[in-house]
């Protein structure tokens, strides 16, 4: 059915409340009051009575409507200031390795470079290629998450083996950061192991919460680990870092949005990675959220339902 709209819908409000109070309150008024004189006074209360229930009918009405009108400007309004940070972030992280590229490029033509400062150049400019094709990619998923274009992949995962293999891609940088980067396997009791999920897409939400813990912890540890939680698995990745400002913990998760500190202000990236793991982890059915660390720094969770693989029944093995 169409929605009404609001000026129809008010309208016919004051239709309604006006005939019916004209139809009835004269009757009303007849059964009340014989004597014409009362009757006389009581037209004005009347008049009056009506007066103040349609001025308020119209009071919660239109409070009402200006309050979604409010949140609706203050969505686009908000909207359009991340566009813009959007923008600007997006024109930083493309020139800065655009001019790493440009620069380290122009002085390779250099004949009399040894054979180590080349190489050297040479991964500078890799790494200024990869931080480029990074950004390229996220903009690409998220707009791929908005237009409906992502498909999940069930399979059956080995959630350690999975764990490990992503520990092992970070292994490298957080042994050059100093970091302790710990993989922790649920407990016996709540063990869970293989199970079906979407493998990319978990390997992308651990990846880009992992990578953000390397990124904002200078010194100490970063922990991956998992548990049953009722009809889901929980994901956690628990870091030492600089941590979260409490009002900070949900709008992270918005698109563009990085914490507006000195510490976050100095690393690279576009506020897109939480955006699109959360992106994800809804789409898979589950939840994703930050809170304080105890100790300092912070730890992500982010849930997906329990799905064991079903397994071939012993009898079935038999035939
Ligand atoms: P970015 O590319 O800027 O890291 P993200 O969407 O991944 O974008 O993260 C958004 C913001 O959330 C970051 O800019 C940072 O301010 C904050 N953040 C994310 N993870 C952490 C973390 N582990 N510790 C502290 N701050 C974090």
């Known amino acids: 059915m169409a929605k009404f709209r609001f000026e ?23 059964l009340l009051a014989p004597n014409p004189e009362i009757v006389s006074h009581l037209q004005t209360y ?35 200031k991340l566009k813009s940070g959007f923008l600007a972030n997006v024109s930083h992280e493309i020139r800065t390795p655009m001019n790493g590229v440009m620069g380290f490029a122009e002085l390779l033509k250099d004949e009399s470079l040894s054979h180590q400062e080349r190489l050297q150049f040479i991964s500078i400019i890799e790494k200024s290629g990869e931080r480029m094709l990074e950004l390229i990619n996220d903009i690409l998923n998220i707009s791929m998450a908005d237009s409906g274009q992502v498909r999940l992949k069930y399979t059956s995962v080995n959630i350690f083996e999975l764990m490990n293999s992503i520990a092992q891609l970070f292994l490298p940088s ?3 950061k100093g970091i ?29 919460l992992i990578k953000n813990a390397l ?20 994901f956690m990745v628990a870091d ?4 979260i400002p409490e009002g900070q913990l949900e709008r ?14 100095t690393y690279d990236g576009a506020g897109l990675g939480l955006a699109i793991a959360k992106s994800y982890v809804e789409m898979m059915g589950g939840k994703i959220w930050a809170q304080p660390n105890e100790n300092g720094g912070s730890i992500f969770n982010f849930t997906i339902p329990f799905k064991p693989v079903n397994r071939p029944k012993k009898n079935d093995s038999k035939s």
Request: aromatic share 12%.
């Open 46 to 80: 009347k008049g009056l009575f009506y007066v103040i229930i349609t001025a308020l009918l119209f009071y919660f009405f239109i409070r009402k409507h200006l309050q979604k009108l409010r949140k609706a400007e203050e969505r686009a309004l908000e909207s359009d």
């Open 252 to 265: 992270i998760f918005n698109r563009f949005v990085q914490v507006n500190m000195s510490y976050t202000k």
């Open 180 to 208: 302790n980067l710990i993989v922790e396997a649920c407990r016996e009791s709540e063990r869970v192991e293989s199970l079906m999920m979407d493998r990319d897409k978990i390997v992308c939400v651990l990846s880009n």
């Open 215 to 234: 990124k904002y912890t200078n010194t100490g540890y970063v922990k991956i680990s998992c548990a049953r939680d009722g009809d889901f698995v929980r």
């Open 8 to 30: 129809f819908g008010i309208t016919l409000v004051y239709l309604l409340v006006g005939s019916g109070w004209i139809l009835f309150s004269d009757e009303l008024t007849d």
């Open 240 to 243: 030492s870092g600089v941590g």
């Open 174 to 176: 957080a042994t050059d």
